[in-house]
């Protein structure tokens, strides 16, 4: 049985490595998306990976001063997001 | 000692989960052969992973600090946003995807996304143009 405290610093250790490997799987499909739709996507969930990525280095440091961060990474994902299928729907973001 | 054995045992379950769902979200969307079904995996896995790494920043802060409330709302806007996007990428894949034919709507004489009337602005089009 390991001891708790090293079960967070393993955890922590996990969470980190599968939010990394989630990243880089997400930026493969950036890569080599056949459609324009898969590339929004693609970058819709990196951007949602970040968040994940801040979260996890606040938790590792122990402050909370990363909060401002990711909620400013969530508002640009979605707006940049939104903005992107916009402008190739209509060719046009503000009509 | 014990006072911090049950709060960290509960973050460091919330955080295998979000991490685990957020790498289940990232592979689908590598996997998974389809725009429509690529679909399916980041909007769903990768929300529920990031909620569950906020639920774990929170209990750390209640567990070793003053306590905050702040990543409620992150939480919120990305569960309210999510499907937002979606809906805007899978508009995006319906009108432009060219190899997946739009299946057949039940009811109505066509989807309503592909029903845009004419560029005169009449809004009684007789049909509405072919797709593509």
């Not at chain 2, 679909?39 to 529920?48: F, N, V, W, Y």
Request: charged share 15%; hydrophobic share 55%; net charge negative.
């Amino acid at each position: 049985m390991i001891a708790p405290d090293r079960l967070y610093d393993l955890a922590l250790v996990i969470a980190f490595a599968a939010v990394a490997l989630a990243q880089i799987l997400a930026m493969i499909r950036l890569v080599i998306g056949p459609t324009t739709g898969d590339r929004i996507l693609a970058l819709d969930t990196m951007v949602i990976d970040a968040i994940g990525m801040i979260v996890l280095v606040g938790l590792a440091q122990g402050t909370q001063i990363y909060f401002e961060a990711a909620l400013i990474f969530a508002m640009l994902g979605f707006v940049s997001t939104v903005a992107y299928a916009r402008f190739i729907l209509r060719g046009d973001i503000i009509e | 000692m014990t006072g911090t054995v049950i709060p960290e045992i509960l973050i460091a379950i919330c955080l295998l989960m979000g991490a685990l769902f957020m790498l289940v979200g990232s592979f689908g969307l590598l996997k998974l052969d389809s725009p429509m079904k690529r679909m399916h995996a980041p909007t769903k896995a990768s929300t529920l992973g990031v909620g569950a790494l906020l639920l774990a920043s929170m209990l750390h802060s209640f567990a070793f600090d003053d306590g905050s409330l702040h990543e409620i709302l992150i939480m919120a806007f990305l569960f309210v946003t999510a499907p937002i996007s979606a809906n805007f990428i899978a508009k995006v894949a319906i009108h432009r995807g060219r190899d997946m034919p739009t299946p057949e709507p039940p009811k109505d004489q066509t989807w309503s996304t592909l029903d845009v009337p004419a560029e005169t602005g009449s809004p009684d089009a007789p049909e509405a143009p072919v797709r593509g």
